[in-house]
């Protein structure tokens, strides 16, 4: 699994550690900032295998979160149980299975930091994610969102598809990183057949308010492929979700050019 490993292999904190992000550091002016606080949403279906090591990740950034949720969406596996088990402060929401966008959504719903992270159930962030991340924002308030490259990996089984080991721009959950004021103007994160496109619909709807999203040069995030798994499925379909997702948007640009 190579850099997976390695994040999986840092130091964890004991137990009870999530804490508002309170690391106070000097500007120019000499006087002390603090970092914008964040929420971490992790949309769940069936994860026990990797669930722990996604939340690993979280818990080792050189920014801590302010808050970590972890939406179990109708799992019949112990998703739940090996969350709440990796640390007492993670709040676990249990709901019946819908799809990633309706798990996300209740994320957001129950989010109540400054920013708000998404990460998928099976992939990892390197440590220095949401530090490079709110950097960003910070610096650049134009900005209502920000995303990453990340680097693909085998699961651990080594039965991963061939495209294990690229760097790609990863327009995805894990990477994006989104102010809480515009997350909120977007509303409800739609699920699609396939569970494909719900990702897609909800920032093509970001964009039609004026949203400005920003790929980051750097490769902060590990996304795992594996045979059967969300991302492995995405690589290899084109699915109705992502059709209808596209269609509605298109109908949504052409009514508003007629009203215009």
Do not use: C
């Amino acid at each position: 699994m190579g850099r997976a490993q390695q994040v999986a292999d840092r130091r964890r904190p004991a137990a009870g550690v999530l804490r508002t992000v309170s690391a106070a550091r000097r500007n120019r002016e000499g006087f002390l900032t603090v970092p914008p606080s964040y929420s971490v949403i992790i949309p769940a279906y069936n994860a026990q295998a990797y669930i722990g090591e996604a939340l690993g990740s979280v818990l080792g950034q050189t920014v801590p979160p302010a808050q970590i949720i972890v939406v179990d969406d109708g799992s019949t596996d112990r998703t739940a149980e090996v969350a709440t088990a990796v640390d007492a402060g993670i709040t676990v929401i249990a709901k019946e299975n819908g799809g990633p966008g309706s798990a996300t959504t209740a994320g957001f719903n129950a989010a109540t930091a400054d920013l708000v992270a998404t990460l998928d159930s099976d992939d990892v962030w390197l440590p220095v994610k949401m530090e490079r991340q709110i950097a960003i924002l910070s610096q650049r308030p134009e900005l209502m969102a920000v995303f990453s490259k990340g680097e693909t990996f085998q699961d651990r089984e080594g039965r991963g598809p061939a495209a294990a080991g690229k760097t790609l721009d990863l327009w995805t959950r894990t990477t994006m990183v989104y102010r809480a004021d515009g997350m909120r103007a977007i509303g409800a994160m739609r699920d699609f057949p396939g569970n494909l496109g719900d990702l897609i619909d909800w920032l093509g709807r970001g964009r039609e308010l004026g949203h400005r999203h920003h790929m980051m040069d750097e490769v902060l995030a590990l996304r795992r492929l594996r045979s059967g798994s969300l991302s492995d499925t995405r690589e290899r379909e084109r699915t109705r979700g992502y059709l209808l997702a596209a269609k509605e948007a298109l109908a949504r640009r052409k009514q508003r050019e007629s009203e215009g």
